[in-house]
């Protein structure tokens, strides 16, 4: 269990019919993880009902999800800047809100958090990219780890555990 509470959020644009069962999975999987928690959705000025969906799953799962609202779609870092400044929690975990990523598998990065460690990473075990794309990305990855002196084997998988105060 992590001590101190956990943030969960999930930038979303136009996420309406993923959002329902990626709540419903996170909600079965929080109270394994931890006591305390909170989930918060930043719905990054959707057009396709994203808003609806919300309104209906916060009614369901309150008081333990928070919706942010951007009036326009201002892009994924500022949606990541959101919801880092909205977590209240010990430690926060986001990934993103179209379901591709298994909330359940939070679980595993709780078991991986230790005392010193600030960050655990996620990673695909099978990428559904073409070739040339995961080409690209094992470059990227190569250089940006090597240029940024981190071990990720991942850097572009966007499911991550964080401890709050490595942020700052």
Same mark, same amino acid.
């Given at each position: 269990m992590l001590q101190g509470g956990l943030s969960v959020f999930f930038p979303a644009f136009n996420d309406?019919?993923?959002?329902?069962? #990626?709540?419903?999975?996170?909600?079965?999987?929080?109270?394994?993880?931890a006591d305390d928690y909170e989930v918060i959705?930043?719905?990054?000025?959707?057009?396709?009902?994203?808003?609806?969906?919300?309104e209906q799953l916060q009614q369901q799962y309150a008081p333990h999800l928070r919706i942010i609202t951007h009036s326009n779609n201002l892009g994924y870092g500022a949606a990541l800047r959101s919801g880092f400044a909205a977590a209240t929690k010990a430690f @926060?975990?986001?990934?993103?809100?179209?379901?591709?990523y298994d909330?359940?598998?939070?679980?595993? #990065?709780?078991?991986?958090m230790s005392s010193g460690t600030c960050l655990v990473n996620g990673y695909q075990l099978k990428r559904q990219d073409p =070739?040339?794309?995961?080409?690209i990305g094992a470059?990227?990855?190569?250089?940006?780890? =090597?240029?940024?002196? @981190?071990?990720?084997?991942?850097i572009d998988c966007d499911f991550r555990l964080i401890?709050?105060?490595? #942020?700052g």
């Open positions: 309406a019919l993923s959002l329902p069962a #990626l709540l419903s999975r996170t909600f079965a999987t929080l109270p394994h993880v959705v930043i719905n990054d000025g959707s057009t396709d009902g994203t808003a609806a969906v919300l @926060i975990f986001y990934t993103d809100g179209d379901g591709q909330p359940t598998e939070l679980e595993k #990065l709780a078991q991986a =070739w040339h794309r995961i080409a470059l990227y990855n190569r250089f940006a780890c =090597w240029l940024f002196r @981190i071990r990720l084997r991942d401890r709050r105060d490595a #942020l």
